[in-house]
């Protein structure tokens, strides 16, 4: 948040959704890079990229919200976490700046996976826009999974 009130949002599209992510979470938005599936991680969890010669989960954005996931993720928006993680958007579609008045709190029929990583809802263009957490944290078992896939070499540090 800026000290006049506002925080800076860089909005995204994931599938049906747009959404935005406050940009104080942002560490780096790229195109999308090749993916290596792994299997028995959660369905949000698409598999993992290499960027910046680490291994790196790449969550579904739209499935991470309870939607369907997204055909062909044209970017990855890496946030800040325990350690980072890349979300895979359609499109961004820049930066806005709104009034911390306009977040608004979390209505209950907001599905329990979506509520755990959503902070509150902006009304933009009279469009409900989800607002992710500062932050986004996977749990421990995706993180063990990711690190059982390199030591095992289903992914490779280092690798382009």
Do not use: F
Request: net charge neutral; charged share 20%; glycine share 10%.
């Amino acid at each position: 948040m800026t000290g006049d009130g506002e925080v800076s949002l860089l909005l995204v599209r994931a599938g049906l959704l747009r959404c935005a992510i406050p940009l104080e979470a942002v560490t780096e938005i790229m195109r999308a890079l090749p993916l290596r599936a792994l299997g028995g991680l959660p369905p949000y969890v698409r598999g993992a990229s290499v960027i910046r010669g680490a291994p790196t989960p790449v969550v579904d954005m739209s499935v991470l919200l309870g939607n369907p996931p997204l055909a062909a993720p044209a970017r990855y928006v890496v946030v800040r976490g325990a350690s980072p993680v890349a979300l895979a958007v359609d499109a961004v579609a820049g930066v806005q700046r709104l009034p911390q008045a306009v977040l608004g709190g979390l209505p209950h029929l907001l599905s329990d996976l979506g509520r755990e990583h959503v902070r509150s809802l902006a009304a933009l263009d009279g469009e409900l826009m989800p607002v992710l957490a500062a932050a986004l944290t996977l749990p421990d078992d995706v993180l063990e999974g990711l690190a059982v896939a390199v030591r095992e070499g289903s992914v490779r540090k280092g690798a382009a």
